[in-house]
């Protein structure tokens, strides 16, 4: 199995993150590329809310817990996990041409920088408000491999 590319993406918040990374999944998979996308944040935030079942499940000790609908299926792990972790996990799940990380911060993950805010490890562009260029680069990494 091919191993993805990983490709972050960080900034202040309102630098347009992610309405880029909304569109760059739409182009990705009209061109029938897989893509899995990951979401950071410092914020201590759950989509678990209090009081539902799912909650009662994990307040009880579950450290997975999984929601099944008829239109998904989410996986709750109930404790924090690396970003290589969580590509470690992303993987054994399905094949992806590419994941991209919004608000990626880890020294490992190749990353496009939006705005003005201090570089980071293992920066390779920053974000010009052209659309096209910074697709074209994404894509042609993915073909590249």
């Known amino acids: 199995m091919k191993k993805p ?4 993406f960080y900034g202040e918040s309102n630098t347009g993150k992610t309405t880029v990374i909304a569109r760059i999944i739409k182009k990705l998979t009209e061109e029938n590329f ?3 996308s990951i979401k950071n944040t410092d914020k201590k ?6 009081g539902k079942d799912t909650w009662k499940h994990a307040k009880a000790g579950a450290k ?3 929601l099944k609908t008829e239109c998904e299926t989410d996986y709750l792990f109930k404790k924090k996990q690396s970003t290589k972790e969580i590509i470690q996990n992303i993987s054994n799940y399905d094949s992806y041409d590419i994941i991209l990380i919004e608000g990626a911060n880890d020294k490992e993950t190749l990353k496009i920088r ?3 805010i201090k ?12 659309f096209q260029k910074l697709y074209n680069l994404i894509k042609g990494m993915i073909k590249n491999g």
């Open 5 to 8: 590319l990983v490709v972050g």
């Open 34 to 36: 897989s893509v899995a």
């Open 45 to 50: 935030i759950t989509i678990d809310q209090k």
């Open 64 to 66: 997975l817990v999984i």
């Open 114 to 116: 939006f705005g003005d």
């Open 119 to 130: 570089e980071r490890k293992n920066t390779i562009y920053t974000y010009d408000n052209d």
